[in-house]
């Protein structure tokens, strides 16, 4: 038998999707807002929010927050003033979804660009980390939340070529359990 999702599962859930602009993220955000949750959208390029956005109210959802933010390039302190902006908006986040990725270059480990390696495992593992420890206040605010990071195969089975992208989906998985 097919599971169906009742269309009110995530009535009113504040629900947090980091690389809401593309990809997993869009389509997470788009589902999670059909089924009533309250969407705060996170991504580095503010237009591409802007059309996820528009593409939930024309589906009849609730207003989402458009929050462009750069995992790449954010220090600590962002991260801290955007967990202060989001507890005085919301007050707390049902759940938190970790899809905002780097693929890198799919090319042999003597040959990945150390300064590439940096940025994936940066915006894969770091940026994840962080925007999870200044959001869990927030999290325990809520009865029954949810803490979502996205992984891949890659990420339990080394692949060659994959080099810096399959480490830090390893690492997620690693932080995920801890």
């Known amino acids: 038998m097919h599971y169906q999702a009742p269309s009110d599962l995530l009535n009113q859930k504040i629900i947090m999707v980091t690389g809401a602009s593309d990809g997993i993220g869009k389509e997470a955000a788009l589902t999670y807002a059909r089924h009533g949750a309250r969407l705060?959208?996170?991504?580095?390029?503010?237009?591409?929010?802007?059309?996820?956005?528009?593409?939930?109210a024309q589906q009849g959802s609730l207003q989402a927050t458009v929050y462009a933010f750069d995992l790449l390039n954010a220090k600590p302190a962002d991260y801290?003033?955007?967990?202060?902006k989001i507890a005085k908006e919301y007050g707390h986040l049902d759940g938190l979804l970790h899809s905002a990725g780097l693929l890198g270059e799919i090319t042999p480990l003597a040959e990945q660009?150390?300064?590439?390696?940096?940025?994936?495992?940066?915006?894969?593992?770091n940026a994840g980390f962080m925007l999870t420890q200044v959001m869990i206040p927030l999290l325990l605010q809520a009865p029954k939340a949810s803490l979502i990071f996205t992984s891949s195969g890659v990420g339990r089975k080394g692949r060659r070529g994959w080099g810096a992208y399959s480490v830090s989906k390893f690492a997620t998985e690693g932080l995920m359990q801890v």
């Open 40 to 56: 705060i959208l996170l991504g580095r390029t503010e237009s591409k929010l802007l059309q996820v956005q528009q593409a939930i």
């Open 113 to 125: 660009d150390p300064e590439q390696w940096n940025q994936v495992m940066h915006v894969n593992l």
């Open 80 to 84: 801290k003033t955007l967990a202060e």
